[in-house]
């Protein structure tokens, strides 16, 4: 039977191979030169996963990149079978010559990374059928409350999910960017936008999300899964 990992585990079980752990997932980006290279790291993962492949793996093939996604679709949640699923990806990937993972200091903007839109709300459960048919969105496999988030089921675009408000805040913003990006990379990233202007906020909740702001007070959550378990 599968075994579901906790954040700390599924991260350090993938990290070596070049994975990272983001909202539940384990993502890589294999840097490609054409759309043929593409299809040859899809069916070189496809195999490495075998009979494991629909229910687990999901791909997202463009001209410059593989992008790989593993996570239980039984379970909505890293098991031990994914992270095993991992490490055989990225040795069939090695084996085309090709490489996964982060491709820190080759000038990339980045590895991988997730958006969510956090929507406060004094009410979830009034508001979150609107924003359901409105975007055309599903419940997250294994979350289907009146105050849990919404996803693309084709994933096109980001996650939806509602911050509960105690009073209304009608001098704030109610609608805010939470980009999930991995561990390693999040205070490179905030150093960026801390360079171009931004401020930071707030970063009593740091590692788990950190809060900046540009000029005008708008804000984003940078987040990673550090500092959740437990």
């Known amino acids: 039977m599968d075994v579901v990992l906790s954040r700390q585990a599924a991260s350090d079980a993938v990290a070596e191979h070049g994975w990272?752990?983001?909202?539940?997932?384990?993502?890589?980006?294999?840097?490609?030169?054409?759309?043929?290279?593409?299809?040859?790291v899809a069916q070189a993962a496809v195999a490495a996963c075998g009979a494991d492949a629909d229910g687990h793996l999901r791909i997202d093939l463009r001209p410059d990149r593989a992008v790989l996604t593993l996570q239980s679709l039984e379970h909505a949640a890293i098991t031990d079978r994914d992270a095993e699923l991992a490490r055989r990806i990225s040795a069939a990937v090695h084996e085309l010559g090709l490489t996964s993972g982060p491709e820190i200091?080759?000038?990339?903007?980045?590895?991988?990374?997730?958006?969510?839109?956090?929507?406060?709300?004094?009410?979830?459960?009034?508001?979150?059928?609107?924003?359901?048919?409105?975007?055309?969105?599903?419940?997250?496999?294994?979350?289907?409350?009146?105050?849990?988030?919404?996803?693309?089921?084709?994933?096109?675009?980001?996650?939806?999910w509602f911050q509960q408000m105690d009073e209304p805040r009608p001098q704030r913003n109610r609608i805010h960017f939470d980009l999930c990006v991995p561990h390693d990379e999040a205070d490179r990233r905030i150093e960026a936008a801390l360079a171009a202007g931004g401020r930071l906020v707030s970063a009593e909740r740091a590692p788990a999300f950190r809060v900046?702001?540009?000029a005008e007070g708008n804000e984003i959550c940078i987040t990673t899964w550090q500092g959740r378990d437990g």
């Open 212 to 214: 900046l702001a540009d």
């Open 105 to 160: 200091g080759t000038g990339a903007p980045h590895s991988v990374q997730l958006l969510e839109i956090a929507i406060d709300a004094l009410d979830i459960a009034a508001i979150r059928p609107f924003w359901r048919a409105a975007l055309g969105y599903a419940d997250e496999p294994g979350a289907d409350g009146p105050c849990d988030p919404l996803v693309d089921p084709v994933g096109q675009g980001p996650a939806i």
């Open 20 to 40: 990272r752990f983001l909202l539940g997932a384990l993502r890589t980006s294999v840097p490609v030169a054409s759309s043929t290279q593409a299809v040859d």
